[in-house]
Structures are given as structure tokens and as C-alpha cells.
């Protein structure tokens, strides 16, 4: 499952967001810094109205999603990696992500206590992102210490360390591990760190109602600092989002068109996710269920089977495959395979996304 930690200053609209986006959540979202002591963490399913399309063709009796964990982490303030605030405690929970979604205030409001005393989204940025930053150099120097013995003997720590060296040195300068340039052989090198500035970033600014729609002056300055970094930007409103848990499906599609959007911060953020990672999806359908999963872009045919079990991966002897799209017009598999539409690939097959698959595999 895609884990994603929701990080950001106090007071920024982390909880409030957090509790929008799993409204079934408990997270508490008071107007003072720390009132999240413990990281909440909940699950969302992935919106996608093609799981019901292909779930009406098979006739199935039961829909499954592919879902998505939130994390919402306590309020990061300057000097957090070096315990100021609920400090370390929350960084190491970053460490678990897959991904960030960094909250950003780009709303005025006096009755919303700024916990650097006004609204400034770059100098926001720039304090989680130092935090982040530093924590990392410590994370680095402790490991190379523990590299230095072994660097005498062994070739694949000394390779180690002459990558962290290179991070460490880029971090310096005020850059993140994820602008180096490694192998994926550096990268699995490095991975047991899960350095924090590797992590992908979506900054989400967080603005009023009436902003929604186009934006502001903060939300301008936001997006040109992650367009600088090659990261993703959204546009939300988490108090939009949370009036949207009490509306029905109809009232939702009204008030969103009347704010001049087109859909909620939900889909705005697992699309971004999704992009940012490079995920695609596939499915897999029949009077039982229709399924979807979540997978890495370019995986092959084995590789996505093992993604539903171990076994299939390692058993693989071909899949049975068709886009979706190409379904539906067939009407059902049975149309489908009459029509010669189902190809069967084999272990070179790089799953599309949308790809409709059944997989045949030995025990």
C-alpha cells in the first residue's frame, strides 16, 4: 500500500486536512502547535470509475480498490532536528513514507495562530525542508562512522560511503539526496538510511475558498519553488474538505463547480501522488470480484503478478490480457476472446496502465 506522511508547521491545516482526506480519522485539529502527539494514520480508496464499469461487465459481486495510507505528522518547527518542538521523534516517522505531502499555509486569517507569527510559504518551506536537511547529515555522519573500519577490506562500503559522501556534500549546499544522480544499485546501497530529503515532495498550499479556484500570491510563490525543485504542486483547501465529508454526491459536484473547480483535494493529491511516483494500474475481474492494484511503471507481467501473491511471480508461465477500454467495447470476456481482443504475453510484457489481466502461473 502507498504510504504517504503529511508534514508541515503547525497550524497549517495538516489535521484539518488529514481528517478531510480519512474522514473517519480522529486526529485531533486544535488551533495550537503539538495537538497531534501520536501520527495519525488512516486509509483512503483510490477513486476510479473504471472499477465499476469493468464490475457491472463481470456482474461481481464486490468491488476492491486499491487504497492509499495517510500518515498525519505532528507539526515539524525550527530546530526539530535537534529536539526543539516534539523534534526527532516526528522525523523518524517520516522515515517510513513513501512519499511527503507538505502542507503549506497561503491563507490570512487572525484567528488561525501562525506559529512563526505571519504567512511567509517560502520561509515555511525553507524551515522543513533545513530540518529535514540536517537530519539527514546526522543520519549520514553516524552511518559513514560505522562505515570506517570496513572501508579498509570491503569494496561495496567503500562504494557506500563515497555515495553518501557525494549526498552529504549536495545537502551541504543546500540541495536534497533526491538531486543526485545514482544507479539503482547506489540506491539499494543507501536505502536502509530512508533519508529524508530523498523522499518525493507534493507541496499542497493550503488556501481559503475563495483562493481555490486560481490561487494567490502565496500559492504563485509555491509553485515556483516546486517547479525549481522538479516536484509536484497542488492547489487545496482543507476547509473545503472537510465541508465536502457532509454533502452527498450530487451537493459535492455542485459546491466544487460553484468554488470553479472540477474536482476535490482527494483526487488533486492521489493524482499528483501517483505522477510523482510513477504508479500504474491494473485490474483484474470476474463474477467474484474486480480488483485493482497498484503498481511501479515498468514492471513486466511476473513482476505485477507478484504483486497479488509471491507465488504468482515465481510460478509465472503467461498472462491472458486486455485494456479496458477494449473490454468494455467487447461488451465481456467472452465477446472479447471471440473477437481474438485477449492477447497472451509472457515475462518480457510491460504492463500498461488500464490493462485488464489474468494470470497463469504453476504452484
Not at 561495496?156 to 545537502?171: F, G, N, P, R, V
Not at 533519508?195 to 481559503?208: F, G, V
Not at 463547480?257 to 511516483?277: D, P
Request: net charge negative; charged share 25%; aromatic share 6%.
Amino acid at each position: 500500500m502507498l504510504k504517504v506522511g503529511i508534514v508541515g508547521l503547525p497550524n497549517v491545516g495538516k489535521s484539518t486536512l488529514f481528517n478531510a482526506l480519512v474522514a473517519n480519522a480522529q486526529a485531533q485539529a486544535a488551533n495550537f502547535p503539538f495537538c497531534t502527539i501520536e501520527p495519525n494514520v488512516g486509509t483512503v480508496s483510490v477513486p476510479d470509475t473504471r472499477l465499476q464499469l469493468l464490475g457491472t461487465l463481470s456482474n461481481s459481486k464486490e468491488l476492491i480498490p486499491t487504497r492509499i495510507e495517510f500518515v498525519d505528522i505532528a507539526g515539524l518547527v525550527k530546530g526539530a532536528s535537534q529536539g526543539e518542538g516534539l523534534g526527532n521523534k516526528f522525523l523518524s516517522n517520516i522515515r517510513e513514507v513513501d512519499a511527503i505531502v507538505h502542507v503549506v499555509r497561503c491563507f490570512e486569517d487572525d484567528n488561525v495562530i501562525h506559529v512563526s507569527g505571519s504567512v511567509n510559504p517560502i520561509r515555511d518551506i525553507e524551515i522543513i525542508n533545513l530540518e529535514l536537511g540536517l537530519s539527514d547529515l546526522t543520519q549520514i555522519e553516524k552511518r559513514r562512522e560505522r562505515l570506517k573500519k570496513q572501508t579498509r577490506t570491503s569494496q561495496e562500503a567503500q562504494a557506500e560511503d563515497m555515495i553518501l559522501e557525494k549526498i552529504y556534500l549536495k545537502i551541504e549546499e543546500g540541495g536534497a539526496a533526491r538531486n543526485v544522480l545514482l544507479t539503482s544499485e547506489e540506491e539499494k546501497l543507501i536505502s536502509p538510511l530512508g533519508l529524508l530529503t530523498d523522499k518525493p515532495i507534493i507541496y499542497a498550499s493550503n488556501l481559503s475558498e475563495d483562493d481555490l479556484s486560481k490561487g494567490n500570491n502565496f500559492s504563485s510563490d509555491v509553485l515556483s519553488f516546486a517547479n525549481n525543485q522538479e516536484s509536484k504542486n497542488i492547489l487545496i483547501s482543507a476547509q473545503v474538505e472537510a465541508e465536502l465529508i457532509e454533502l452527498g454526491e450530487a451537493e459535492r459536484l455542485d459546491y466544487l463547480s460553484s468554488l470553479g473547480v472540477s474536482e476535490g483535494g482527494l483526487q488533486s493529491l492521489i493524482r499528483a501522488s501517483y505522477e510523482l511516483l510513477g504508479l500504474r494500474t491494473y485490474f483484474t475481474t470476474g463474477e467474484k470480484e474486480t480488483k485493482a492494484w497498484t503498481i511501479n511503471s515498468g514492471m513486466t507481467a511476473p513482476q505485477a503478478a507478484g504483486v497479488i501473491h509471491t507465488d504468482f511471480e515465481r510460478g509465472f508461465i503467461r498472462a491472458q490480457t486486455i485494456h479496458y477500454e477494449k473490454l468494455l467495447e467487447a461488451g465481456s470476456l467472452v465477446e472479447a476472446k471471440n473477437n481474438g481482443w485477449i492477447r497472451s504475453e509472457g515475462k518480457d510484457y510491460v504492463v500498461n496502465e488500464g490493462d485488464v489481466m489474468e494470470f497463469l502461473f504453476n504452484v
